[in-house]
């Protein structure tokens, strides 16, 4: 797993520090502040360059997002984007229109779901690579005998009843610990969440600090057991399934 | 501005609306229904102006059965591997299709794609909408079940550019109910929508808030609807028939038809009654089929079929995060909802009472008029949020599917994905795109094969092409690339794996624009035709009254004139009859004005006449 390192800059967007920003149209060239739709000539804008999900929802980069809120933007700048609007309109604006909203739609699909939020922001972060997907280390006992349980119970068709029962039985409670860990981690990605949101609305300069690093890196880390938990729970139902 | 029409292309019956005023309106045919039978029969001396469609086609059902195209919409879209056997078996008219080829229905030597069969349909409905609306109408949105693939959903555009039409929007049936219901309650709240048609079945939850409609998820069946009932009193019938009287009615098209309409009222029947008579007289005087049926016999009969309703419904809920609990109203679509077994289903699957104030079968067509007035600019406080029913991915290596844009996702969207070579200088890369949910390439439906060309020449691993994949709001896949190197466009080739090649969609639309063509021509020489007889027996009594108007070689030029305008109609020239219809007018212009002034001066005579 690699480190977290200082790559980002300014956390905050053109939205919401006061900054006036203003932008040329790219039909007349008319420098308006309003970012998708020039006061002039009524023309649609494409999001700016350089701007992320996060600016485009008119959030810093939080990770306890209300999702009223979330959806309340997501309405709102699909009203001044969806394609449905623009029929009439020019082939350029139309263009801009569709590709808007399909990107729109693809930061709302990423900002409303809490994991995909995280690993957006660590791609911001750390650039695009693929998250690592491996066993939590606590539990590389307890997997390593799942395992054993699952190919056990592949092969024991000829087996006696009462054997069966008791693989069937382990497994069963293997599956509440599985469920149970996954949830428990979930519930520390919510705590570090707050804890990572209070530190990035008081941070002053440019760079993360070590605790911040540090809470990225723990968010990594919880991610990178999700693909794995989540295929050991269906291996394990499907087993309980098949045995029914 | 122009009237954007809205179109519900059904299994069954089709229809059109628009936008009377601030209402959705469904026109209806000269014979006063709202619905077309979506039938479409062919000449059997192979003249294209006697094809016929709706109840004129339906009436044709029996007697040509090889040459009468019905339920059509299941075959859209869909190549040979996409049918089973018995799909062949069932139909009476001709399907063929080689492997990886757009299905064909072969009429005597001719073959028809789906999407030029429904393209008959779709031209009823647009001649329809014009005579109602006394303008021409091009611009409509056609709505298809949510479940549509990728090439279902292009196979219904291509039909309505076939028929003239631009079509511009693809909505989804369940969606556009959603609006008409909508529109009606401007409610807030979570809405089911179970629409189930002649052919298919769609389930969509969507959430309405101040005006947004947006679509949570979606699941169906694109293989499971009225249609199929009709076929489990069809297979009663023929049982029993087979036993009776050593009959098999499969054996004999005409018979096998009027069964399957039989068994069509018979379901119809049973929707209201308890217990009904299935008669069928059989032909060459073997006798009359008759048994009774009961409404609790047919609901055993399809109890599996409306069952295979429940799990899609269950797995919408779950991708909408939804408990059946959180739905505030169920709202009921398409003709076989009106059967009381699929509504007490409907009913104990979400504990409520679903909502069928609209009429199911005109639902759509109204929501696809709403949809057709927002693109047009007329209401903009409603806004609809669709998504893509079906996960899209990349085949990988062994055959693993890679998903780049899952299902469910808010239609338009888009997803990005690298690309490089494998060997030293190769210029080409190819990939596959399938659709579906299943991890194997195997399992899923194969839309197109994409070949990205014209890569410079460098080691393995060098160029780096960035594909984007872009749902558009029909959700309809097309593809880019751009070589993130040199920043240029590279180029794409696409073949779709049963739909129609770009090209052959060119060629027969360019073929159906010729029609159009002759089509015009042909009613323009009827219009001339009607013109000239018209002329001439209004000339020929003028002539009679103004006798003593005009002198001999006045006369001799007028009844010059009217002998041309005889001899042009006994030909099929239109031209011609046009400029001696202009020649009578030239010559009969003094005898018009004398005649016309005659009458005039009566008639001041007779006013003075009644004055005094």
């Known amino acids: ?244 | 501005m122009a009237t954007v029409v809205g179109i519900d292309l059904g299994t069954t019956n089709s229809l059109v609306a628009y936008m009377n005023g601030d209402t959705p309106e469904v026109i209806r045919g000269e014979n006063g229904r709202s619905t077309l039978p979506s039938i479409v029969a062919f000449d059997r001396e192979g003249h294209p102006d006697k094809t016929l469609v709706g109840e004129l086609a339906k009436n044709k059902l029996i007697a040509e059965s090889d040459r009468t195209i019905y339920s059509v919409k299941r075959f859209m879209g869909k190549g040979r591997e996409d049918l089973q056997d018995a799909d062949f078996e069932q139909v009476p008219f001709k399907l063929v299709g080689g492997e990886k080829e757009a299905l064909r229905i072969q009429i005597d030597q001719q073959l028809y794609t789906p999407s030029e069969i429904s393209a008959y349909i779709l031209r009823a409905l647009k001649q329809r909408a014009e005579a109602h609306l006394g303008e021409t109408v091009t611009q409509a949105v056609i709505t298809v079940p949510a479940y549509f693939n990728d090439s279902q959903r292009q196979a219904t555009k291509d039909a309505g550019r076939l028929a003239g039409l631009d079509v511009l929007r693809i909505v989804n049936e369940p969606t556009a109910a959603s609006l008409a219901y909508g529109l009606q309650k401007a409610k807030q709240g979570i809405i089911a929508v179970y629409d189930l048609g002649g052919g298919t079945f769609d389930i969509s939850i969507l959430k309405i808030k101040e005006g947004i409609f947006e679509v949570l998820s979606t699941h169906g069946d694109t293989r499971l609807g009225g249609d199929d009932f009709d076929q489990r009193i069809v297979t009663r019938i023929r049982e029993d028939i087979l036993s009776q009287f050593q009959i098999d009615l499969f054996e004999i098209p005409a018979l096998r038809q009027e069964a399957r309409l039989v068994a069509e009222q018979v379901k119809w029947t049973l929707s209201s009654q308890a217990k009904t008579e299935i008669v069928l007289s059989l032909p060459n005087e073997k006798g009359t089929y008759r048994s009774e049926i009961t409404r609790k016999a047919f609901e055993a009969s399809v109890q599996d079929l409306v069952d295979r309703t429940t799990a899609p419904c269950l797995q919408a809920l779950a991708d909408a995060g939804l408990k059946p609990e959180a739905v505030t109203e169920v709202v009921l679509v398409g003709g076989s909802t009106r059967m009381p077994f699929v509504q007490q289903t409907v009913e104990n699957l979400f504990h409520k009472t679903p909502h069928s104030e609209l009429d199911p079968d005109e639902v759509v067509a109204l929501g696809a008029a709403i949809q057709a007035n927002i693109l047009s600019g007329g209401i903009s406080d409603l806004l609809l949020l669709d998504v893509t029913p079906l996960s899209l991915g990349l085949e990988t290596m062994g055959g693993v599917v890679s998903k780049i844009i899952p299902r469910n996702s808010t239609i338009p969207t888009s997803g990005k994905e690298m690309f490089s070579t494998f060997v030293d200088g190769q210029q080409s890369v190819s990939m596959h795109i399938v659709q579906g949910e299943r991890e194997l390439v195997e399992d899923c439906r194969s839309l197109a094969k994409f070949n990205l060309t014209g890569i410079d020449p460098m080691p393995a691993g060098m160029p780096r092409i960035e594909v984007t994949f872009l749902i558009d709001a029909d959700g309809i896949l097309s593809v880019k690339a751009k070589d993130l190197r040199s920043g240029r466009a590279q180029s794409v080739e696409v073949t779709p794996t049963y739909g129609l090649s770009d090209a052959e969609t060119e060629a027969m639309i360019s073929a159906s624009m010729e029609h159009a063509k002759e089509d015009m021509e042909k009613r323009q020489l009827i219009e001339a035709r009607n013109e000239a007889e018209t002329v001439i027996r209004h000339t020929e009594k003028a002539l009679k009254q103004g006798a003593d108007l005009v002198d001999e070689e006045e006369c001799a030029a007028i009844l010059a004139a009217i002998a041309e305008v005889k001899d042009a109609l006994t030909r099929e020239d239109r031209k011609t009859i046009r400029e001696r219809l202009n020649r009578i007018g030239e010559v009969t212009q003094s005898l018009a004005e004398k005649l016309m002034s005659r009458s005039v001066k009566e008639a001041l005579q007779n006013k003075r006449l009644s004055d005094i």
């Open chain 1, 1 to 244: 797993m690699g480190a977290i390192q200082d790559k980002t800059g300014p956390a905050r967007g053109p939205f919401f520090d006061g900054e006036s920003v203003t932008r040329p149209c790219w039909s007349c060239e008319h420098d308006g502040d309003d970012l998708y739709n020039c006061s002039n000539c009524d023309r649609i804008q494409a999001f700016l360059k350089d701007t992320d999900y996060f600016t485009w929802f008119g959030i810093g980069r939080i990770l306890s997002i209300d999702q009223d809120v979330l959806e309340r933007q997501y309405h709102s700048l699909s009203r001044k984007f969806h394609p449905d609007y623009f029929q009439q309109r020019t082939p350029e604006e139309q263009a801009i229109s569709l590709d808007n909203t399909a990107r729109l739609n693809q930061a709302y699909r990423t900002l409303k779901d809490p994991k995909k939020r995280v690993a957006y922001l660590l791609s911001l972060i750390e650039g695009d690579k693929p998250l690592a997907s491996e066993a939590p280390a606590e539990l590389f006992e307890d997997i390593f005998e799942i395992q054993e349980r699952l190919e056990a119970i592949q092969k024991s068709s000829l087996q006696d009843r009462g054997e069966r029962e008791t693989l069937l039985q382990s497994l069963k409670n293997d599956l509440d610990k599985m469920r149970a860990h996954r949830d428990e981690e979930e519930r520390q990605l919510q705590k570090l969440f707050l804890a990572w949101d209070r530190l990035e609305e008081n941070r002053k300069t440019d760079f993360f600090s070590d605790e911040q690093k540090a809470h990225l890196n723990h968010m990594k880390r919880i991610l990178s057991h999700e693909g794995y938990l989540d295929r050991i729970v269906q291996n394990i139902q499907a087993v309980l399934e098949d045995n029914k």
